[in-house]
T-cell receptor, first 113, second 110 residues
Framework: DAGVIQSPRHEVTEMGQEVTLRCKPI?????LFWYRQTMMRGLELLIY????????DSGMPEDRFSAKMPNASFSTLKIQPSEPRDSAVYFC???????????FGPGTRLLVL | SQQGEEDPQALSIQEGENATMNCSYK?????LQWYRQNSGRGLVHLIL?????REKHSGRLRVTLDTSKKSSSLLITASRAADTASYFC??????????FGSGTQLTVLP
């Protein structure tokens, strides 16, 4: 199995630009999670989906952030417009129904100038 | 979400020594997990302990859980240089999402 796939691995953009992060979960997994990791705030859950349906988006910091999961094998996290304080590593993780273990992707390192 | 606390924040030991990391949390939990993160990589699951368990072993890892004190510890025995990484506890209550601790940076010197 290829594991959770994220793209791009690195993104550098300027303030005000739109950023789209992509994630392909492990095949057969029912849950997908988006996290953000920073030195100041640690690892924070932004949103998670169950069977492509958003369950809890209370961690999404602002309306500038949106996430979609159009099908079981693809999800996006979009930031529009981006700001320097959005600079962080964004992780996608997936898990299977009945199992609590989460499998993490390699992350996208985002730098907003 | 209320992030768990871990201590120490950083730990440096010699190869062959044991490393102990502690985690405290604030809510009722169903289970507590430990993850490892190598620099610049994603997190990797190490071990899970359920709320009705007190101790669990996996290879060189030993995890304890004290629900009365809302705390857990991870012991790595006979450490190796390859164990150098950040270690995070993560716990879940009734919902599916995990709350992660602040992490312990472990350095094992050869």
């Amino acid at each position: 199995d290829a594991g959770v796939i994220q793209s791009p691995r690195h993104e550098v953009t300027e303030m005000g630009q739109e950023v789209t992060l992509r994630c392909k979960p492990i095949s057969g997994h029912d849950y997908l999670f988006w996290y953000r990791q920073t030195m100041m705030r640690g690892l924070e859950l932004l949103i998670y989906f169950n069977n492509n349906v958003p369950i809890d988006d209370s961690g999404m910091p602002e309306d500038r952030f949106s996430a979609k999961m159009p099908n079981a094998s693809f999800s996006t996290l979009k930031i529009q417009p981006s700001e320097p304080r959005d600079s962080a590593v964004y992780f996608c993780a997936s898990s299977k129904r009945g199992q609590e273990t989460q499998y993490f992707g390699p992350g996208t390192r985002l730098l907003v100038l | 979400s209320q992030q768990g606390e871990e201590d120490p924040q950083a730990l440096s030991i010699q190869e062959g020594e044991n490393a102990t990391m502690n985690c405290s949390y604030k809510t009722s939990i169903n289970n507590l997990q430990w993850y490892r993160q190598n620099s610049g990589r994603g997190l990797v699951h190490l071990i899970l302990i359920r709320s009705n368990e007190r101790e669990k072993h996996s290879g060189r890892l030993r995890v304890t859980l004290d629900t009365s004190k809302k705390s857990s510890s991870l012991l790595i025995t006979a450490s190796r240089a390859a164990d150098t990484a950040s270690y995070f506890c993560a716990y879940s209550g009734s919902a599916r999402q995990l709350t992660f601790g602040s992490g312990t940076q472990l350095t094992v010197l050869p």
